[in-house]
T-cell receptor, first 113, second 114 residues
């Protein structure tokens, strides 16, 4: 069965610092991978997605993620964090046979001034 | 694109009561999903519709839970004989009929069972 692991439950960074959120997946074939963000009181919003091709994908709000097949990872990065980036971030994988997203447990990002 | 709409936003009920939630997806989306999210966890898949057909149900969906999408548009999720363990945020999402299509989520219905 597929699974998604986000090893970091909570991360705190200073505003302007760089950010990397880790995501590892367990899936036999090349998966479809997503990052979503959930701000307090708001619905989940798609940041970016990877299906195939270039392993570095760009998303909204200045985020990017890199697919590394050898490490079964899809880490999310941002060069300079803004206070408005404080939220919960979820990595997700879709099983093309199941057609439903499986989410990781999330990483809560706190941004210090 | 008016977004996915869920009602009510909040529901407080006593244990043993039945509750029903509604989801209105984005109009051109033929896939509709229900997820449940508890504090500190990611959303857990409950069930999925393609048009009016319910194609998959999670093991999490006990026989007290039932979902419908009668005309392939809005959907309802009913929980019978609610238990305190049912307290959670219930999320609805919709998408086009493609693996490449991302899910668009509503803001959820928060259920509290007392």
């Amino acid at each position: 069965a597929q699974s998604v692991t986000q090893p970091d439950i909570h991360i705190t960074v200073s505003e302007g610092a760089s950010l990397e959120l880790r995501c590892n997946y367990s899936y036999g074939a090349t998966p479809y991978l997503f990052w979503y963000v959930q701000s307090p009181g708001q619905g989940l919003q798609l940041l970016l997605k990877y299906f195939s091709g270039d392993t570095l994908v760009q998303g909204i709000k200045g985020f990017e993620a890199e697919f590394k097949r050898s490490q079964s990872s899809f880490n999310l990065r941002k060069p300079s964090v803004h206070w408005s980036d404080a939220a919960e971030y979820f990595c997700a994988v879709v099983d093309t046979g199941r057609r439903a997203l499986t989410f990781g447990s999330g990483t809560r990002l706190q941004v210090q001034p | 694109d008016t977004g996915v709409s869920q009602n009510p936003r909040h529901k407080i009920t006593k244990r043993g009561q039945n509750v029903t939630f509604r989801c209105d997806p984005i109009s051109e989306h033929n896939r509709l999903y229900w997820y449940r999210q508890t504090l500190g966890q990611g959303p857990e898949f409950l069930t999925y519709f393609q048009n009016e057909a319910q194609l998959e149900k999670s093991r999490l969906l006990s026989d007290r839970f039932s979902a419908e999408r009668p005309k392939g548009s809005f959907s309802t999720l009913e929980i019978q004989r609610t238990e305190q363990g049912d307290s959670a945020m219930y999320l609805c999402a919709s998408s086009r009929d493609s693996f490449a299509s991302p899910l668009h989520f509503g803001n959820g219905t928060r259920l509290t069972v007392t």
